[in-house]
């Protein structure tokens, strides 16, 4: 059974930057990962996605601006957030196939 623990979120300036990373337990990371967020009154919605194989895929509103990527080695996914924008506000939760993690909140200030 995976385990799976977020790290990095925080507020973050509109225009700016933040990571998000997320470290995964248990024996095989040999998965597909994907990042999911829910804002405030909203439905959780799908963020980003790797391959196993390390290829990514991004929901319309992100692409340019995030990017995932993973360390096999180190068990980790991360999600690299630039030019942030205030509609990014979120909590942010990692998922592996059958696991998701606690969430980490993501504020950004205009």
């Known amino acids: 059974q995976v385990q799976l623990v977020e790290a990095g979120g925080g507020v973050g300036q509109a225009g700016g930057s933040l990571r998000l990373s997320c470290v995964a337990s248990?024996?095989?990371?040999?998965?597909?990962m994907a990042w999911y967020r829910q804002a405030p009154g909203k439905q959780r919605e799908w963020v980003a996605a790797?391959?196993?194989?390390?290829?990514?895929n991004y929901v319309d509103s992100v692409k340019g601006r995030f990017a995932i990527s993973r360390d096999n080695a180190k068990k980790t996914v991360s999600l690299q957030m630039n030019s942030l924008k205030p509609e990014d506000t979120a909590v942010y939760y990692c998922?592996?196939?059958?696991?998701w993690g606690q969430g980490t909140q993501v504020t950004v200030s205009s």
């Open positions: 790797i391959t196993s194989g390390g290829f990514p």
């Open positions: 248990g024996r095989s990371f040999n998965i597909n």
């Open positions: 998922k592996s196939t059958t696991t």
